[in-house]
Antibody, heavy 119, light 110 residues
Framework: EMQLVESGGGLVKPGGSLRLSCAAS????????MTWVRQAPGQGLEWVSS????????FYAKSVKGRFTISRDNAKKSLSLQMDSLRAEDTAVYYC????????????WGQGTVVTVSS | QSVLTQPPSASGTPGQGVSISCSGG????????LNWYQRLPGTAPKLLIF???QRPSGVPDRFSGSKSGTSASLAISGLQSEDEAEYFC???????????FGGGTKLTVL
């Protein structure tokens, strides 16, 4: 069964750091582009960052560029999101997702991990 | 960063059909595939339509997608109570080098 499991969420103070992880199983992780998407309370979905299969192409949303770093370890079938200089507006449920057969078509999602940035 | 526009709400009665629109621009919908997601309360989003009008395996054919120029639509026929959810469109934007999501449309089945 294809599965994505996020971990690493929690409560952090403004200006702090957090590292999210996503463990993949049941599909060829090394051949898949991966993405982080978040949903703030009462808001819609917001794309955060994407990384292609060999880490050569990486993209960030303007709102997180320079503060967040996406990375992957194909040997460990793991995706990460290092989040630094966190702000209250980064409070959200963070999902990792696998890109499917079209750009922006994420055909497998994790259950999400909650990040709360508050003093 | 969202420049895909959706109506905030839509509604219909069981058995009816409903359509949800998504409008964008030449750098996103006009140039790239449009995808639709369904988000049931308390669950992760689920891909409903990819590549403008393709259904992933397991998605009922009651759901269909279409696109013309810089606008797209998701049509749901034979509405069922379990279709009550939030629906999002998404597309890659060549200028921003980003995936854009629409603001979401909350569908109520009356």
């Amino acid at each position: 069964e294809m599965q994505l499991v996020e971990s690493g969420g929690g409560l952090v103070k403004p200006g702090g750091s957090l590292r999210l992880s996503c463990a993949a199983s049941g599909f060829t992780f090394s051949g898949s582009s991966m993405t982080w998407v978040r949903q703030a309370p009462g808001q819609g979905l917001e794309w955060v960052s994407s990384i292609n299969s060999n880490s050569f192409s990486i993209f960030y949303a303007k709102s997180v560029k320079g503060r967040f770093t996406i990375s992957r370890d194909n040997a460990k079938k793991s995706l990460s999101l290092q989040m630094d200089s966190l702000r209250a507006e980064d409070t959200a449920v963070y999902y990792c997702a696998k890109e499917g057969r079209a750009l922006g078509a994420f055909d497998l999602w994790g259950q999400g991990t909650v990040v709360t940035v508050s003093s | 960063q969202s420049v895909l526009t959706q109506p905030p709400s839509a509604s219909g009665t069981p058995g009816q059909g409903v359509s949800i629109s998504c409008s964008g621009g030449s750098s996103n919908i006009g140039r790239n595939s449009l995808n639709w997601y369904q988000r049931l309360p308390g669950t992760a989003p689920k891909l409903l339509i990819f590549g403008d009008n393709q259904r992933p395996s397991g998605v009922p054919d009651r759901f269909s997608g279409s696109k013309s120029g810089t606008s797209a639509s998701l049509a749901i026929s034979g509405l069922q109570s379990e279709d009550e959810a939030e629906y999002f469109c998404a597309a890659w934007d060549d200028t921003l080098n980003a995936v854009l999501f629409g603001g979401g449309t909350k569908l109520t089945v009356l």
